[in-house]
């Protein structure tokens, strides 16, 4: 057998049967650095970005390297270096899970094959392996014989088409013409819910108060009674609702909405249900918390994300629908493409159920999970965030220096450091955002903000599995500390000024 002549010039950097060798050292070379970095790293360096800007701005990138080393040397001090690792126990910030190993194969496999899921003819078994992961979604939802859906980019963009085929679906029930109903289109959603809703419906053409935030409870959830009177006065005004958005799995509180209710109260008014369980969808793996879910499999539409609670690496998300017909209003037939005649032939084009058209397989990170690990063993990961964010909740709301908003039902926990009793809300709520800051500056932590009833809070998002108690009560102490450093230092500068006046 004749072997292949080595590759020379700038095609000896083309991925291919001749440069199989400088394949395997790269990628190991690239694989060393990470592991190196992962054993050492803390959650964040603390960098700021007028300190790392001036390094990356001053990269040529008319000049190459020439040499792999040397670019991974650069690579060292202009990201990994400074890099936010999510796998650290002492990450307790936003929804970024660590990632498990089988996904992480299934990433260097894709990237190097390099399938685009558009069409067949450029996918073939990754066609179908995505198909079979939408089944088996939809079937661990519910949502009967006849669903469907599609990989996408995120929770965001999975909701921006669910509310595109809503608008769609809507537009063809009204005998108005479509310039005259689209400005009267509404969507009722929580509170509570995610800013990807209010984002869609502005993308999607809908009047500046198209989207209706319904009052939540205390537990920071949809109340189904007030969403019975806006789809009530919405019906009176002749404001037509072409989705009610309900969560499962809120940002900032890990609140699930009451899903059987809100399915009740859309039935009667003849309403389009979305479900966004970007954040909640782990409970479909769960073998105790399943329950939870109870009511999404009456959704027209459900937003899952495999990259936040699924554990899988960025990007994998779904759109997954009850009626796979509706999927037709993001069809669009390219003779060069997907012809119509492609579909005739039932030649399965993904691209006819897509916003996107070149799209990754990503699907493949999920099925390697799935076949080596198993679903269970997902679900019992999840499980445990949930479970550590309870013992989180436990500490905050029995230590004098914090106040605890509500206990999630997944793995978000929102709190605040309480300043002495007489204390300027405007200090505290300085006090509590200086901690946030010198805790990532430290290196030491990483946690989230957010403001309730107007104040500024923090906050857990509980993802690892490895996080313990004892690394929550750690960092409780390292955000009390700064806390208190500031509002002492904010007391002497205060009495300073007393003593000068």
């Keep these: 057998m004749t072997m292949p002549a080595p590759a020379t010039g700038a095609r000896s950097h083309l991925f291919n049967d001749r440069t199989l060798p400088a394949y395997r050292a790269a990628v190991a070379a690239g694989v060393d650095r990470v592991t190196r970095r992962v054993a050492t790293a803390g959650p964040f360096s603390g960098i700021t970005p007028d300190r790392l800007g001036p390094e990356i701005?001053?990269?040529?990138?008319?000049?190459?390297?020439?040499?792999?080393?040397?670019?991974?040397?650069?690579?060292?001090?202009?990201?990994?270096?400074?890099?936010?690792?999510?796998?650290?126990?002492?990450?307790?910030?936003?929804?970024?899970?660590?990632?498990?190993?089988?996904?992480?194969?299934?990433?260097?496999?894709?990237?190097?094959?390099?399938?685009?899921?558009?069409?067949?003819?450029?996918?073939?078994?990754?066609?179908?392996?995505?198909?079979?992961?939408?089944?088996?979604?939809?079937?661990?939802?519910?949502?009967?014989?006849?669903?469907?859906?599609?990989?996408?980019?995120?929770?965001?963009?999975?909701?921006?088409?669910?509310?595109?085929?809503?608008?769609?679906?809507?537009?063809?029930?009204?005998?108005?013409?479509?310039?005259?109903?689209?400005?009267?289109?509404?969507?009722?959603?929580?509170?509570?819910?995610?800013?990807?809703?209010?984002?869609?419906?502005?993308?999607?053409?809908?009047?500046?108060?198209?989207?209706?935030?319904?009052?939540?409870?205390?537990?920071?959830?949809?109340?189904?009674?007030?969403?019975?009177?806006?789809?009530?006065?919405?019906?009176?005004?002749?404001?037509?609702?072409?989705?009610?958005?309900?969560?499962?799995?809120?940002t900032d509180f890990g609140s699930i909405d009451p899903l059987p209710e809100i399915a009740d109260a859309c039935a009667r008014a003849g309403a389009r249900l979305h479900v966004d369980a970007a954040y909640g969808c782990g409970l479909l793996v769960s073998r105790t918390r399943r329950h939870l879910l109870a009511g999404i499999e009456r959704a027209d539409s459900v937003t899952v994300d495999f990259h936040k609670s699924f554990f899988q690496p960025v990007s994998s998300s779904a759109l997954l629908v009850r009626d796979r017909t509706v999927l037709r209003h993001a069809t669009h037939h390219a003779d060069y493409l997907n012809p119509a005649r492609a579909a005739e032939q039932r030649i399965p084009n993904q691209v006819d159920k897509s916003v996107q058209t070149t799209r990754r397989f990503d699907a493949l990170k999920l099925w390697l999970t799935l076949r080596v690990m198993g679903a269970d063993a997902v679900g019992e990961l999840f499980d445990q965030v949930v479970d550590r964010a309870a013992e989180a909740y436990a500490l905050l709301a029995a230590d004098p220096r914090f106040e605890v908003v509500t206990r999630s039902q997944l793995s978000t926990v929102v709190f605040r450091h309480l300043p002495p009793a007489g204390t300027d809300p405007a200090d505290a709520d300085e006090a509590n955002l200086h901690a946030r800051r010198a805790l990532a500056a430290s290196g030491e932590g990483v946690v989230a903000g957010t403001k309730v009833d107007g104040r500024h809070h923090l906050k857990f998002t509980l993802l690892n599995p490895e996080t313990t108690t004892a690394d929550i009560a750690h960092v409780l102490d390292l955000v009390a500390g700064h806390a208190e450093q500031y509002l002492s230092d904010q007391a002497a500068a205060a009495g300073l000024c007393r003593a000068a006046g």
């Design 57 to 250: 701005a001053a990269v040529d990138l008319d000049r190459p390297l020439g040499e792999t080393g040397a670019a991974l040397d650069e690579l060292e001090q202009v990201y990994l270096r400074d890099a936010v690792y999510f796998h650290h126990p002492r990450y307790l910030a936003h929804l970024n899970c660590p990632v498990v190993i089988p996904a992480l194969l299934g990433e260097a496999v894709l990237s190097a094959v390099n399938s685009s899921l558009d069409t067949w003819d450029q996918s073939a078994g990754g066609t179908l392996i995505e198909r079979r992961l939408i089944d088996w979604t939809a079937d661990r939802i519910g949502l009967g014989p006849d669903a469907d859906g599609v990989f996408t980019s995120g929770g965001s963009q999975s909701n921006f088409q669910a509310l595109l085929l809503a608008r769609e679906q809507a537009l063809a029930a009204t005998a108005l013409p479509r310039h005259q109903a689209l400005p009267r289109l509404r969507v009722l959603t929580s509170r509570a819910g995610h800013f990807s809703v209010q984002k869609s419906a502005k993308m999607l053409g809908l009047a500046p108060d198209a989207v209706i935030a319904v009052e939540t409870d205390r537990g920071r959830r949809m109340r189904p009674a007030v969403l019975a009177r806006e789809l009530e006065r919405c019906r009176r005004a002749g404001l037509p609702v072409m989705a009610v958005v309900a969560t499962a799995g809120t």
